[in-house]
């Protein structure tokens, strides 16, 4: 027997951002070690991601996980037991087996993923360090560049604009603190914009101001105004990005923009986000078309990737081998990386690792649906990811993760190091407000 054998694993129903139902899992080890992580969930949701259990019935609108709990105790715990939590790999190894789909749909995701990374605090916690130090194995460890959102649209805010994410990336920051004090002067600033102009109708899913925008490229317009209007220049101190999430308005070569009045063609769609690419200081693009639009994913990269990055995330959930594909196909320049979108903490890495070695940079992402869980921080600086992204400047399960970061970066003193603009790219173009 070692110290870190695990000797039990708890799951309970917990309550996310939505005051939905969500499954919360516990590892208990020889040594007394325990560890806790919170599995979160998404609205925006690709086809080929890990599938969630839940109940189908009528309490609590079919989302309930009594049977994804009921997964955990009597499938996942004895399974387990006697495996050492230091190995990772082979416990994941063990839940893949276990469940014995494609898309962890048996046992749940949902169930998967909450054990998954319990079992990573369990052994840091065996170890007697932080997460995120015992994830980077005595790596040199940096604090990822924030990724902010200001304006939530599509799936987050009731689909009053079609794109999903407008955010800030403090590219002008010299330190993880610094990047919030920037995001909250200019989240501020956004509120304070749309209050004057009677547009504010209240706070979207992930934090960001809900807008009543007339088109998708007003909500650009006006988080340039916001920059300024804080005090910061665009470009300089401040840059955009968006997640288009199209996959949530269109397929391939069909693709309508309702807030714009307008039905693009993949060439169109392209076209028309390449060119606020020049006239706002966006430097990354998530998702700009369909997951199964793979010739315009090829295209806008080919476009726009040497001066913005282009980020796989519906098209790419989390695969190394979906990541492998694209980087060979010229498709994307970055990964998002979501944990419960794949399933286990092992495959995340091996996404990570994959976008690496393509010469990629990583971006490690909350989802909308989440908690007062941080481990996401934690993978993002132990792993060394490039960039952070969990939502916005409010709201206290977004909150935790920003606060989380600053801790981290106060716990390494002087040896805290901050990923800082070369860890997106561009720095995008200064445009005057229209």
């Excluded at 960001?208 to 925008?213: A, R, Y």
């Excluded at 269109?250 to 039905?263: I, N, S």
């Excluded at 792993?383 to 909150?399: H, I, P, Y």
Aim: one cysteine or more; aromatic letters at 6%; proline letters at 3%.
């Amino acid at each position: 027997m070692t110290k870190s054998e695990i000797r039990n694993v708890h799951a309970r129903r917990v309550w996310d951002s939505r005051g939905r139902p969500t499954v919360e899992a516990e590892v208990h080890l020889a040594d007394g070690s325990i560890g806790r992580a919170i599995a979160p969930a998404g609205a925006s949701r690709g086809s080929n991601e890990a599938i969630d259990r839940r109940d189908q019935g009528k309490a609590f609108g079919g989302m309930g996980v009594a049977q994804a709990v009921k997964s955990v105790h009597e499938e996942i715990a004895p399974a387990l037991r006697g495996l050492s939590a230091a190995d990772q790999a082979a416990v994941d190894r063990r839940l893949i087996e276990l469940d014995g789909t494609a898309l962890k749909s048996r046992l749940g995701g949902n169930a998967v993923i909450a054990v998954s990374m319990a079992v990573a605090h369990a052994a840091a916690a065996c170890a007697g360090e932080p997460l995120w130090r015992y994830l980077a194995a005595g790596r040199p460890v940096r604090l990822p560049m924030p990724i902010i959102q200001i304006f939530g649209g599509g799936a987050h805010a009731g689909r009053r604009i079609d794109l999903q994410d407008f955010l800030l990336v403090p590219i002008g920051a010299t330190s993880f603190d610094e990047a919030t004090a920037i995001a909250a002067e200019v989240y501020r600033a956004a509120g304070l914009l749309m209050e004057e102009r009677g547009l504010l109708r209240g706070v979207a899913d992930e934090g960001g101001w809900w807008p009543e925008f007339s088109s998708n490229e007003e909500a650009l317009s006006e988080a340039v105004r916001a920059i300024e209007k804080a005090g910061f220049r665009p470009g300089e101190n401040v840059s955009l990005a968006i997640d288009v999430a199209a996959s949530q308005f269109g397929r391939k070569d069909r693709y309508k923009l309702t807030a714009d009045k307008t039905e693009l063609d993949t060439a169109g769609l392209v076209k028309r986000l390449a060119e606020w690419c020049v006239r706002y200081p966006i430097i990354s693009v998530e998702d700009p078309v369909a997951e199964d639009d793979h010739d315009g994913m090829r295209a806008f990269t080919a476009a726009v990737g040497e001066r913005v990055q282009v980020i796989g995330d519906d098209y790419l959930v989390t695969s190394a081998e979906r990541v492998t594909k694209a980087a060979a196909a010229g498709a994307c320049n970055a990964v998002l990386l979501k944990p419960n979108q794949i399933g286990t903490l092992t495959e995340t890495l091996a996404a990570s690792d994959a976008a690496r070695r393509a010469g990629w940079r990583t971006i490690v992402s909350a989802r909308s649906g989440k908690t007062e869980d941080f481990t996401i921080v934690h993978l993002a600086t132990g792993w060394g990811a490039d960039q952070l992204k969990v939502g916005s400047f409010a709201r206290s399960e977004r909150m935790a993760k920003w606060n989380e970061g600053i801790r981290i970066e106060e716990a390494l003193g002087a040896a805290a190091r901050f990923a800082g603009r070369d860890a997106v790219g561009g720095t995008g173009r200064r445009v005057a407000a229209e």
